[in-house]
Structure formats: structure tokens, C-alpha cells
Nanobody
Framework: QVQLVESGGGLVQAGGSLRLSCAAS????????MGWYRQAPGKQRELVAT???????NLADSVKGRFTISRENAENTVYLQMNSLEPEDTAVYYC???????????????WGQGTQVTVSS
């Protein structure tokens, strides 16, 4: 069973920065993608950023230019650097890791427990 443990959330003022970490139990090279999703109160969970095992990244339009996703394979960890935070970024942030078929279908995926990010105006 894979465990994903997020850390780094907290309370920050608008314009500030936070770095989220997602530490996996075991090698992250087995996953096709790893990424961050968020869910604000009353809203559906949405994609924030993903990174493939090859290092290709994908970011939601709302965070492009402000957030960066990266991975450190030796540490089995994925990071989300969040700069210029806005109150609209307030949400619970979840780490995800998945394995896909060549056709893109998900074989399996795992979720962390989430970490709260609150941005005050």
C-alpha cells in the first residue's frame, strides 16, 4: 500500500508564498504522473499541477506563472512551490500519484490526506 504524506500548508497573506511537499512511501518512479489537486469549500476538486515520470509538467491556467511543480526522485518527493498567493487559492490541497496504461487509462491511483492552505486578504 502506497502512502502519500503532504506537508507545508498553512496560513499566509495574499502575495505570500508556500511550498507543499508530498512524500511517497517508496519509489515514485513507478508512477506515470504525480500531481496536486485542490478542493475549496462548496466546490469540486480541481487539478492544480501534474508532473510525469519524465518531468513534463502541466499547470492549470489559474496558477500558471505563479506555481511550479517539481520532483526529487531520490527523495521520493514532489513539490508545489506557490508564489503570489491569492485568497482564491484557499483550499485543501491533495497529492495524487497514478499509474496509467499506454492509452492513458488509470490503472490505479493514490491520494494523500490533504493539507490546508489559507490565504488571507
Amino acid at each position: 500500500q502506497v502512502q502519500l504524506v503532504e506537508s507545508g500548508g498553512g496560513l499566509v497573506q495574499a502575495g505570500g508564498s508556500l511550498r507543499l511537499s508530498c512524500a511517497a512511501s517508496g519509489s515514485i518512479l513507478r508512477f506515470t504522473d504525480m500531481g496536486w489537486y485542490r478542493q475549496a469549500p462548496g466546490k469540486q476538486r480541481e487539478l492544480v499541477a501534474t508532473i510525469t515520470s519524465g518531468g513534463r509538467t502541466n499547470l492549470a491556467d489559474s496558477v500558471k506563472g505563479r506555481f511550479t511543480i517539481s520532483r526529487e526522485n531520490a527523495e521520493n518527493t514532489v513539490y508545489l512551490q506557490m508564489n503570489s498567493l491569492e485568497p482564491e487559492d484557499t483550499a485543501v490541497y491533495y497529492c495524487n500519484a497514478n499509474r496509467r496504461t499506454l492509452g492513458g487509462s488509470i490503472l490505479y491511483d493514490y491520494w494523500g490526506q490533504g493539507t490546508q492552505v489559507t490565504v488571507s486578504s
